[in-house]
């Protein structure tokens, strides 16, 4: 599968793939998309670029091992969850910033949860992915 | 009194921390505890010679009715009595006996613990309490018989000790909870009260049937008694303290708590006494042919609890008397016999007593103290033992018709004790000393000597001056029994009556045994050969089938292939359902209310035909996957026609990761092999075409429901308003259902970690090869 067309392209792609996929994540609140469907649009981003280029580059495009990012993922979403403890309002209570943010538009604890989850849908796929692609 | 009772439970605790330091010489101050307590309860003798009891109450559970409520009557007195004063003895002694021993620490835990256990079990009043000191006992057992875990006979009696007395346990949870039931509640002050309710309540069979199944098991009563000999692999104190001095005393406690509340009903007298007889005499039997020193005391130890079951059984007050008085000789003659054991063992390191004799020679203080305790054990008089016997056979002959049956059982199986005790306690210690023990045994410790020859002397001073317990222990205990106050006198020559007769024929009888009979290998093995048809083989049996049973069960669900889990789920599905809608299918298709069929419907659903033909009919593993991948979509597909996004979306990228995976394991597999025939193939079909037609008769007749819409209203109406959102699917996962989607996250790392570690692991193990 290793095509000059197909490896090319894939270096374009998995930039605007990752973009694409945080604007899923982002735009989640208000029209279709959220933090499940953007992590899954991110990692297959990865999986694209790793079938291009082989997977010890895409590693090295990552940097670390996407294994991190299921502690981080979770550790976030659990901290939004408990933000509201410190107010004093019952776990999961949703926090608003009282101004929209210019962009972004509402900025509340549910927009954390959900890039924690978007975090740990990346790590989840590309660990199960790259592992089994090591193991054959 | 709750440090009493628990603080065997916090020294057991603190043992691991601070274990090292008691390892070495140390070691003897532990048994400071058991003696402090020894002494506290001492101090409660002379409020309770008077007759009064003590209660104390610290709330533990109370919405459930479950009270650390403790109460110290006789009864109670004369266990923790008997606990804490062996117990010191023991503690005093183990410290010598294993001297040096790697694990001496986690000993003293497991000792301390029981000792704790035992105290809360013979202490509580409430009857949930009891139920869980009582299964602390076994527990703790458990750990002391398999104290040798290197040992393979070791883990195997703990492991059948721990199932009998569990077995046992479980049905004293039901009795106990039933008993509450009937009686209206869990404290026994209260269940004391309305004795005649419970007695006329229509469950008091079943009650009675599982209060007997825990005192049994426990108590090692025939046909359970197989536990207790296989427990002797445990270290001598063990046996000591907890095999035949408390812990199996600890189903006699029970029988005889609950006395003045179930007893005096015919069902319970017969019972005991049948049951009690026959353990009696069969084990009492059955330790004749023992060659053993510990084998012969495990069989005498339940002939004797057979005998305080008897006696309970009875049930008169003389009887009761007599039950009571037995456990404190039996306690005393019985502790100093295996002590002697362990200090015999450990200098001769042999058990055999057709190999040992003449051991006086050598450890005269140890032989006297031995032959002592047999003298009490055979109740020769001015011993204890006596005074137990005279009680018991008055206990029998006034038992009416059947007391000429019931005299003659008891004095049998007294004979048997008496040649029992010999044998264990005075063979080893006359006659030749045989040359290979000459030079190399010598006499042991001061600790390990003192303990069995303190308790030998009590038997001794008890049968001389009996008033030194009748007022202050014995009649409390008694009172505690009957519910009433007792009439009694202790003394050791009531002259020249058929009681008399009865001791001397005992004696008599068993010492010409003694003489007659000699124990030898011949013996054993012909007793070994009907093992076949003891209780103990029975259930082994019986384990043994229950395993193999489960091994077969287990194999043919969970076989590790994932499409024999398919065929078992969705033919199991398939079956329930079909069951459901055999009962009545309501289907009712409006064909007017239908939206027509536009182009791109029928399209969508055309390829996915095709494309699931493909994969079932496709010669090739990529191919077929691929056309899988069609099917998903094409399901996007009309998830978009009906307008659900998010869905459509989620659905789409799962499918191109499923084929992505699918993909790079295939890719390596050999060329499509044909493994199935075709009769499989037509099976699977045929379960497959029929889970789907059910499923789609299920999602036609959901149709059929009307809509409840309240949810949806709900979610519809606050997403903006409450949780700033318009996607409600995205607010129902991040919001309205964030818990869910938490806990949903943490699965999918869970199930990433489980990829990971698995195939890692598997590499690593290659990489070595």
């Known amino acids: 599968m290793k095509t000059i067309i197909f490896k090319t ?51 090295d495009v990552i940097k670390f091992h996407p294994g991190f990012l299921m502690p981080v993922g979770l550790s976030l979403s659990l901290l939004s969850g408990m933000a509201p403890l410190l107010h004093e309002l019952p776990f999961m209570t949703g926090l608003w910033a009282h101004d929209p943010v210019p962009v972004l538009g509402n900025i509340g604890s549910a927009l954390f949860f959900d890039i924690g989850v978007y975090l740990v849908v990346v790590g989840v796929v590309l660990t199960i992915i790259f592992t089994i692609s090591e193991s054959i | 009194m709750l440090i009493a009772v628990l603080s065997g439970f916090i020294l057991a605790l603190s043992l691991p921390l601070t274990g090292k330091i008691f390892k070495g010489k140390l070691s003897v101050l532990l048994s400071a505890l058991p003696i402090i307590l020894f002494a506290y309860f001492i101090s409660f003798m002379p409020e309770v010679g008077e007759g009064r009891e003590l209660r104390y109450f610290y709330e533990w559970v109370p919405s459930a009715g479950i009270n650390l409520s403790f109460h110290l009557d006789g009864l109670s007195l004369l266990f923790t009595l008997l606990i804490t004063g062996i117990g010191s003895l023991v503690f005093l002694y183990t410290s010598a006996y294993l001297k040096g021993h790697e694990y001496l620490d986690r000993f003293y835990g497991y000792l301390s613990m029981f000792m704790g256990s035992m105290l809360g079990l013979v202490l509580s009043d409430n009857i949930i309490c009891m139920f869980i000191f009582w299964e602390l006992t076994s527990i703790s057992s458990f750990f002391l018989i398999g104290f040798n875990n290197e040992n393979e006979e070791s883990r195997k009696s703990s492991l059948l000790a721990l199932s009998i007395t569990g077995f046992g346990g479980l049905f004293l949870l039901a009795g106990m909870i039933t008993l ?4 209206g509640s869990f404290s026994f002050t209260e269940l004391l009260a309305s004795s005649a309710l419970i007695k006329s309540h229509e469950l008091y069979g079943l009650i009675l049937f599982c209060l007997f199944m825990a005192a049994f098991t426990k108590s090692a009563q025939f046909p359970f008694h197989f536990w207790l000999p296989g427990a002797m692999a445990a270290p001598t104190p063990v046996s000591t303290y907890l095999h035949s001095a408390t812990m199996v005393k600890a189903g006699i406690y029970l029988l005889a708590r609950f006395t003045p509340v179930l007893g ?33 005391l495990a069989y005498s130890t339940i002939s004797a609890l057979g005998m305080l079951v008897f006696l309970i059984g009875l049930g008169t007050d003389d009887a009761l008397l007599a039950a009571s008085v ?80 019931l005299t003659g059982a008891a004095v049998m199986t007294n004979i048997l004790l008496v040649l029992a005790g010999f044998l264990a306690g005075v063979k080893p210690f006359v006659g030749q000393l045989p ?99 003891s209780p103990k083989s029975i259930v082994l049996l019986l384990a043994g089938g229950f395993s193999k049973f489960s091994g077969v069960w287990t194999s043919l669900f969970q076989n590790g292939y994932l499409r024999y889990y398919l065929t078992t789920i969705l033919g199991f599905l398939s079956v329930l359902v079909a069951y459901k809608l055999f009962q009545g299918v309501n289907i009712y298709i409006d064909i007017d209310s239908l939206s027509n069929i536009t182009i791109y419907e029928a399209v969508t659903m055309f390829i996915m035909a095709v494309a699931i033909g493909f994969a079932v009919f496709s010669k090739s593993r990529l191919a ?13 597909l009309i998830f978009l026609f009906y307008s659900a996004p998010d869905l459509a979306m989620t659905q789409f990228s799962i499918d191109t990761l499923t084929v992505i995976l699918f993909v790079l394991v295939l890719y390596n597999l050999p060329k499509y092999l044909n493994l ?20 789609s008769i299920i999602a036609l007749e959901v149709l059929n429901e009307p809509v409840n819409r309240e949810t949806s209203e709900f979610y519809a109406e606050k997403a903006y308003t409450e949780a700033h959102g318009k996607n409600i699917v995205n607010v129902i996962l991040v919001d309205f259902r964030g818990a869910d989607t938490m806990v949903e996250i943490t699965v999918l790392t869970i199930a990433a970690l489980g990829v990971f570690s698995l195939l890692k692991l598997r590499l690593k193990n290659i990489e070595k090869e």
């Open chain 1, 9 to 59: 392209a894939s270096t374009y792609l998995l930039p605007i793939l990752l973009l694409f996929s945080v604007f899923i994540l982002l735009r989640g609140h208000y029209l279709p998309g959220g933090g499940f469907v953007g992590g899954l649009i991110a990692s297959i981003a990865y999986v694209l670029h790793s079938f291009a280029n082989g997977l010890d580059r895409t590693k």
């Open chain 2, 180 to 183: 509450g039931y009937a009686g």
């Open chain 2, 264 to 296: 005096n009903h015919p069902w319970w007298n017969n019972t005991l006494i049948i049951i009690g007889c026959i353990t009696m005499l069969y084990a009492a039997i059955h330790a004749l042919f023992r060659i053993d020193m510990k084998g012969i």
């Open chain 2, 326 to 405: 037995f456990i404190i000789v039996h306690a005393l003659y019985k502790a100093t016999l295996f002590l002697v054991t362990g200090i015999v063992d450990h200098e001769t390191n042999t058990r055999n007593i057709t190999r040992l004799s003449g051991l006086n020679k050598v450890m005269l203080p140890v032989g006297i103290t031995s032959i002592v305790a047999a003298c009490v054990s055979a109740g020769i008089p001015p011993t204890f033992g006596f005074l137990g016997k005279d009680l018991i056979y008055e206990a029998t002959l006034h038992m009416g018709d059947w007391s000429p049956w």
């Open chain 2, 435 to 533: 040359a290979e023990f000459k030079g190399n045994v010598h006499m042991p410790y001061t600790l390990l000597w003192l303990p069995p020859m303190i308790l030998a002397a009590l038997g001794l001073i008890f049968g001389l001056f009996p008033v030194l317990l009748e007022h202050s222990l014995l009649y409390p205990v008694v009172t505690s029994l009957i519910n009433s106050t007792p009439d009694f006198h202790l003394q050791l020559w009531h002259g020249l009556n058929l009681i008399l007769l009865l001791s001397t024929i005992t004696i008599g009888s068993g010492i010409a045994l003694y003489y007659i009979l000699k124990p030898s290998e011949e013996l054993l093995a012909r007793a070994t050969r009907f093992e076949g048809w």
């Open chain 2, 624 to 636: 077929a996957v691929a056309s899988m991948g069609v099917v998903g979509y094409a399901i996007c």
């Open chain 2, 676 to 695: 199935s025939d075709t009769r499989d193939k037509i099976r699977d079909g045929i379960l497959a075409l029929s889970f789907g037609a059910l499923i």
